[in-house]
Structures are given as C-alpha cells and as structure tokens.
C-alpha cells in the first residue's frame, strides 16, 4: 500500500474517489484524502446502506453500514479532475461481501466460470446523446444544426462536437482505455465511442469510467450526456451492445474448428450452447439489459425517420444479423438487446448465467436467421417458431420473476431490491396521465 502511495502521490494525486455503482448503474461514492488509502482498501470507505438504490439494508446495527472496499487493480488518476484518483470498490457489509452489491453479483457470475478454467471477455459499445434544454424545459439535441434524416457517419456534425468528443478521448486513453472509433450515429445528437474489449469485470469498470468522464465533460461545456434508452420517439435510441467471447487462457472457446464447418455461425459448439442459453433466458435477460420504462420504447421495433432503429426486437441469432438479438461474429457474438440504462455488472452478470445453463443443458440455438427480421410482421415471427422479446418493462419483470437461473445469479437480495424498485417505477409510469392521452382522448367522447 505505501507503494501505491508513494506512485499516486508523484502522479500529483492528493484525493480517492471511491466509486462503486448502484443498483441503476449509477456512478456513487465519496471523496476521500489519499493519507486513508489503507483504510479504503482494508476496510472500505463507509456509507449509509439505506442511503442508496437497491442495498435493501436497514437504518441501524452492524448491517446499516455499506463498505465500498477498494480494488488496488482499478486504482486510476482521472484527467479531468486534476489531483484525484477513481478506485472501485466493492461492496461488504459487517466484513463479508455484500452480496446484492452489483460489483459482487459480477464477481460470483465470473467464479462460476473461473471453476471450469474459463474467462469471459466483454466489449461493451456505449451509444449516448448530447443534450440542451430548449424553451419550457423541452430536451433538445445540443447541436441545433444536426438535422439530417439519415444522420448516421454524418461528417458535419461531427466535427461541431469534437471539442467534447477529443477531451473525452484523451481523458479516456490517459486511464488507459484503448479508444477504438468515435462517429456519429443513427439520431440527431447521438455518439458512439468504442474502446478495445477486455475482461468482462474491466470492461465493466471502464463503461462506469467513460460515464464519469462523459458527464463530467459534456457538463462543462453547457451539454447533458444523456444515456436514455430512447429522447426521442421517432429516432432510433441509444443501444449497450455488449460483444462477448469465452476464453481459456489466451484460446478463444467460441472459435469454431473444422468440425463446426457446416454451422453459418462461426461459433463452436459451446459458443452455440451459449448462445442458445442467451436467447432461451431473453425475456428475463431484458429485464437487466433493458431496465427502464423508456426501453422498451426502443425495443418496440418499427422505423424511425433514418429508415430503421437498428435495436432488436427478436428473440433470434444469425450471422452477422443486426436485426437479431443476438448477431454472431467468428468467435464472439454480439448481444444487442441491453441499452444504454443497463447496468453493466448485473447484465453481465445476468447473461453469463443464462450461457452457462444454455451449456449445462447443451441446448441448440435453433437454426441461423439470414433475414431481415425488421421487415416480418408478428405472424411471420411466430410462423417461424421465434418469438418478439418483452414489449414492456412490466412484461419483462414478470418474465424474470419466473426465471431462477437469472434470479439465482442475481441473489435473493438483489433479486428482491430490483423487482420491487422497478415495479415501483412501472407503477409511477402506468398512473401517470401523459401528453399523448390528453391530446387523443381529451374531447373525443
Ligand atoms: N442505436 C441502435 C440500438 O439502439 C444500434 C445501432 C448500431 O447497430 O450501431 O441498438
Ligand atoms: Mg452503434
């Protein structure tokens, strides 16, 4: 630990931020001086348990308290906050790990793993929006000239906002992520940022840093970084691709051999297993990677005004099929169900338990589908024997009430917290009277 210390202060840092993340995915945590790294990393910094989403801990006793312990591995000086440096804690409460701590769901996902020799590796690719308020409070994108109808790669927007976009790369790479590609995507005022894939518990970790960075950025220059699933109705929304592979050591697992030849998914057959347990598990699956009201606005399928949403709406696999739910790539799939409102931990989490049932089942994944899934009406999609993935937040909650492999990854804790809060908000949202009634139904009858 002195160490550690002595590295952080020549690098000028005098300040811990401890993060840890809670049940939302949210970024929380507290300001501690670097003279109480020890402390940080023995015990933990401390919080109030009840104090934050999704602990279900209690007001008193030794269970009250929340300690976010730090990870000497995620220790990073963060370049936008001149003099201090993240670490990420994970949660313990009374001196064991605290096992609805969203970080700690991951870790038991990945020991499951670990017992077979195996790693999962995850790329997750954030997409999000720049956002203003306009006149009486409406969200806007920040850039009032970004108007094309097809604004995907758009060449002249782009560069209006590179100013953000360069600091965020910068402060991005001084932590150490590998920053891939910066574009413009399918929404007016909507990015996408790509950094190299890793271990799935770093890839995690680096999705909460890019937020910090972003918000942080994107407030300083007048703007809101927004990553709502979907602001806007009739643009495609902000998807949390999560790109995913299984390797012992430095071989891939999904990397099909000659035996696999015959297969148009370029996995292996465990890659296959996998993936049948990802799409035999959706409907709950959606319930973590799609956690938000307002996500199922995205995964509701139809067009939007540059031709198609790209987000799945088919519980389905194929080979380089973005229509799907699932796309298979030689030697990875890309799971693209979760949005942007996913927590990372709990969706890997989530979808690691559902591969290995896929596994221990040995189910198939049912035949590849090389069509354009955006263009089959409901009855094709059933003729087909596939079905449409949850089409609300309630119907997702019910379809993860019913799944104990997911719930079982979760834990009872976590399991309990998460269906009660976001019961809690589909209720608010079913009550609410919105905009919409008003004008359709207000003088109609
Ligand atoms: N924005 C799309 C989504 O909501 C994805 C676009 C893409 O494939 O990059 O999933
Ligand atoms: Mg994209």
Redesign the pocket.
């Known amino acids: 630990m002195i160490a550690l210390r002595e590295r952080l202060q020549a690098q000028g840092v005098h300040t811990l931020l401890v993060q840890f993340t809670d049940l939302h995915g949210c970024a929380k945590g507290k300001l501690v001086p670097l003279a109480h790294l020890d402390e940080v990393m023995s015990m933990g910094a401390g919080f109030a348990g009840p104090s934050i989403w999704g602990t279900g801990l209690p007001r008193t006793g030794p269970r009250a308290e929340y300690y976010a312990r730090g990870d000497a591995a995620t220790v990073q000086p963060l370049p936008w906050l001149p003099g201090v440096a993240r670490v990420v804690g994970d949660g313990f409460v009374d001196g064991v790990p605290f096992d609805a701590c969203p970080r700690q769901v991951l870790h038991r996902a990945l020991a499951r793993l670990a017992e077979r020799g195996w790693q999962l590796r995850t790329g997750i690719e954030p ?1 999000f929006f720049l956002l203003k308020r306009g006149r009486a409070g409406a969200w806007l994108p920040a850039d009032n000239h970004d108007r094309l109808d097809k604004p995907s790669y758009d060449l002249k927007s782009l560069p209006r906002q590179l100013d953000f976009l360069q600091a965020l790369n910068t402060s991005l790479a001084a932590c150490g992520l590998d920053v891939l590609q910066i574009d413009h ?2 929404a007016h005022g909507q990015y ?1 940022v790509n950094f190299a894939y890793g271990d799935a518990l770093a890839s995690s970790d680096r999705l909460m840093l890019f937020k910090l960075a972003a918000h942080a950025l994107a407030e300083a220059r007048g703007m809101v970084f927004s990553m709502m699933p979907k602001p806007f109705a009739n643009q ?4 949390l ?1 999560f790109h995913v592979s299984l390797w012992q050591g430095e071989r891939c697992l999904f990397d099909g051999g000659p035996g696999d030849a015959g297969d148009p998914s370029g996995l292996s057959l465990l890659g296959r297993q996998f993936v049948a347990g990802v799409l035999a598990h959706a409907p709950a699956l959606c319930a973590l990677a799609a956690p938000t009201v307002n996500s199922y606005k ?1 995964l509701a399928g139809g067009a939007s005004i540059s031709g198609t ?3 799945p709406a088919t519980i389905a696999h194929g080979p380089n099929n ?1 229509t799907a739910a699932v796309r298979t790539l030689p030697g990875r799939f890309e799971w ?1 169900v979760p ?1 942007a409102s996913a927590n990372p931990y709990l969706a890997t989490a989530a979808m690691v338990s559902a591969g290995l049932d896929g596994i221990t089942r040995g189910l198939d994944p049912g035949p590849a589908c090389t069509a354009d899934l955006f263009t089959w009406p409901p009855a094709q999609v059933r003729a087909h024997g596939l079905a449409r993935l949850p089409q609300s937040l309630h119907e997702a909650l019910q379809a993860l009430e019913g799944d104990t492999v997911v719930c079982g990854a979760l834990g009872e804790t976590l399991t309990t917290q998460f269906l009660q809060i976001k019961r809690g908000e589909w209720a608010e949202f079913a009550r609410h009277v919105s905009a919409w009634e008003l004008d359709r139904y207000a003088a109609v009858f």
């Open positions: 997409e995507e399918d996408e495609p929304g902000s998807g691709h995205r949403t790209w987000a973005r693209r949005d």
